[in-house]
């Protein structure tokens, strides 16, 4: 098979831009779990320690929430970032939710410490009651 300029030029934009549309929104790879319609859900094993964190599902709200324990305890905002859409992550260390993608930083109350977004992440309230956790818009 042959191809012309043309025709070499036109498949590797195509071929560049989808690997620019699925390598530009980057994926949280903590585990999701099912919260009940009052927001609540199971205490999972991976908030045991400071540094876990999952994604909740909840019932109603527009997106993944990010549920996350840190040595201060828990906290959960809206997991995707508000620049272009990647999911952030819990950076236990420098205590900031972190944007993979373009280097957005959120602090753990969902506002922006560094750009490029400028908008905050919805904050969530958290409750832990014994082996239940239970999540409310803040």
Not at 74 to 103: F, R
Request: hydrophobic content about 40%; proline content about 6%.
């Amino acid at each position: 098979m042959t191809l012309n300029r043309r025709q070499f030029i036109g498949g590797a934009v195509a071929c560049g831009g989808g690997l620019c549309a699925a390598g530009c929104t980057a994926v949280n790879p903590a585990p999701t779990v099912d919260a009940a319609a009052d927001g609540s859900f199971d205490l999972p094993a991976e908030l045991a320690k400071p540094g876990g964190q999952v994604k909740a599902r909840i019932p109603g709200a527009d997106d993944l929430v990010l549920v996350w324990k840190t040595e201060d305890g828990y906290g959960a905002a809206e997991i995707t970032c508000t620049h272009l859409g990647s999911e952030v992550h819990l950076n236990a260390s420098a205590k900031t939710l972190d944007c993979p993608s373009h280097g957005s930083r959120f602090g753990l109350d969902g506002k922006v410490v560094h750009g490029p977004a400028k908008q905050a992440l919805k904050a969530y309230q958290v409750a832990v009651y014994g082996a239940r956790v239970r999540l409310q818009p803040a």
